[in-house]
């Protein structure tokens, strides 16, 4: 007995160290995510001479007027931009995804597994790679400084991981529920829209968050697809707050801080359903 309880004992003060050697890391790498997010804000709310001088401390001075002149300096037209590239480049991308996935994982047809292969490969493609012939066809389609200039190459790019994702989440839904509903009269749209798409809202919010992250962060499309003002997205347009020769920094956090905004808040509401789309969705492929 004296052996068992001193093993278990052992035990017991080994997951002990384990879970307080992980939690350490976790709060570490937490500290190193969070801090320079903390500073941004912080730095958001002061004058540019107190950002230089005392950048560690907490603003002597509030200033949320930074906010303000930010919104009114033109991140207000830039942030309608980013909504609306953001928006239509989800929901098309969601959408024609979500049909694609229903195609390849219900239906048997000749080149269903190349069609798999080659969404695969464009996993490994890089947007950079495509650059210069991307551009020769946004001129040629006559789209160059217009919405559809970045609309369009994002859904391009996101489409092959968002299929795959939404695939292997399809492939989990039981065959029974979808013979029912054929014997019952339904058609196959809408068994799509009836059966898959209500039991899939797991995966079709964690598509819709990756979506709408990488769209609205993305930076080298926005600057050489969009050259007028009025059409360029929040993060191509903070470029024009900072000078050669003077650069109001207090203003250009605020306005940072403004562009990380709807992200941070999409993340919190939507992260129950991001953590079990990407479990379930990963299960079967």
């Known amino acids: 007995m004296s052996i068992a309880a001193s093993q278990g004992k052992k035990r017991s003060v080994g997951m002990i160290a384990g879970i307080v050697f992980v939690s350490l890391v976790l709060i570490g790498y937490f500290l190193i995510v969070a801090y320079p997010l903390f500073w941004m804000v912080m730095s958001s709310f002061k004058e540019t001479k107190e950002i230089y001088g005392s950048s560690w401390s907490l603003p002597t001075k509030w200033m949320p007027s ?3 002149k930010a ?3 033109g991140v207000s037209k830039y942030f309608m931009n980013s909504v609306i590239v953001t928006a239509c480049s989800v929901v098309l991308t969601v959408l024609l995804s979500a049909f694609s996935a229903y195609g390849l994982s219900r239906f048997s047809f000749k080149g ?3 069609i798999l292969a080659l969404l695969s490969a464009g996993l490994m493609f890089s947007p950079q790679v495509s650059l210069i012939p991307l551009y020769k066809l946004v001129q040629t389609f006559g789209i160059h400084n217009t919405h559809w200039a970045l609309i369009l190459p994002y859904v391009a790019f996101r ?6 994702l939404i695939r292997s989440f399809f492939l989990q839904i039981p065959k029974e529920l979808e013979e029912s509903a054929y014997l019952e009269g339904c058609s196959s749209l809408g068994i799509f829209f009836r059966i898959f798409i209500p039991m899939s809202k797991p995966i079709i919010w964690t598509t819709v968050l990756l979506t709408a992250y990488w769209t609205w962060n993305e930076f080298l499309f926005a600057i050489i697809f969009i050259d007028s003002d009025s059409v360029k997205t929040i993060t191509s347009g903070l470029l024009a707050f900072r000078d050669a ?6 203003v250009l956090m605020a306005g940072l801080v403004i562009s990380a905004l709807p992200l941070v808040l999409l993340f919190i509401f939507m992260q ?3 953590v ?3 479990a379930e969705g990963g299960v079967k492929g």
């Open 245 to 250: 020769l003077y650069t109001d920094w207090g």
């Open 272 to 274: 129950k359903h991001f």
């Open 71 to 73: 919104w009114t300096m």
């Open 276 to 278: 079990r789309g990407l």
């Open 112 to 114: 269903k597994y190349v």
């Open 159 to 164: 489409t092959s991981m968002t299929v795959l």
């Open 66 to 68: 930074n906010y303000a």
